[in-house]
């Protein structure tokens, strides 16, 4: 069963710290990861993906993946009240399968 | 920006009978995925389709559940005989050629069971 862990949270963070959401998998053959924002009662809507080892940053989001480690994390600067929401992380496994595998998400909690 | 739209948003159903649920998946993509997220669960996969075809599916997707792209631009599942565990939200997705891309989601079809 290939699995992907995510604490729950809350993540509590006041307004304009660094959120940082993180992630492990249990496939090492996966390739490619995928955070997605969800609000309550709405449909995920992608933040980021990254396929390489290292970070790859978009505005204020910076993802970092560590192959090696089976991790990756989702760093989100300058947080604001509107981030507040469930992060998804989400991984797809190697061989040519499209199935994406989430885990149950970290709520996030931006306090102002 | 293109979207994936999904209908209805909200589907109440007796149990026992049988939904069909609407998927317009964003025009360009390839590959067309449908997903279940049960209420305070995670969000589960339940089959992907490609090239007028089942590509991949779960456990999940069963006798019970098929999918159809019935012409050029729609994409559905069909449940036959509804069960209460059936009720969650149910998301399309669709990802354009290429084995890496990412998936982007539908608004989903909110799916109760009585």
């Known amino acids: 069963q290939k699995e992907v862990e995510q604490n729950s949270g809350p993540l509590s963070v006041p307004e304009g710290a660094i959120a940082s959401l993180n992630c492990t998998y249990s496939d090492r053959g996966s ?35 560590n192959k090696a480690s089976q991790y990756v994390s989702l760093l989100i ?25 989430f885990g149950t998400g970290t709520k996030l909690q931006v306090i102002p | 920006e293109p979207e994936v739209t999904q209908t209805p948003s909200h589907q109440v159903t007796q149990m026992g009978q049988e939904v069909i649920l609407r998927c ?4 360009n993509h390839l590959y067309f995925y449908w997903y279940r997220q049960i209420l305070g669960q995670k969000v589960e996969f339940l089959v992907s389709f490609y090239n007028n075809e089942i590509s991949e599916k779960s456990e999940i997707f069963d006798d019970q559940f098929s999918v159809e792209r019935p012409d050029g631009s729609n994409f559905t599942l069909k449940i036959r005989s509804t ?32």
């Open chain 2, 83 to 114: 069960k209460l565990e059936d009720s969650a939200m149910y998301f399309c997705a669709s990802s354009s050629q290429g084995p890496n891309q990412p998936q982007h989601f539908g608004d989903g079809t909110r799916l109760s069971i009585l």
């Open chain 2, 24 to 27: 317009v998946p964003i025009s």
């Open chain 1, 77 to 101: 600067r300058d947080s604001q009240p509107s981030d507040s929401a469930t992060y998804l992380c989400a991984v797809k496994a190697s061989g040519g399968y499209q199935k994406v595998t």
């Open chain 1, 31 to 65: 390739q490619s990861f995928f955070w997605y924002r969800q609000y309550s009662g709405k449909s995920p809507e992608l933040i980021m993906f990254i396929y390489s080892n290292g970070d790859k940053e978009d505005g204020r989001f910076t993802a970092q993946l």
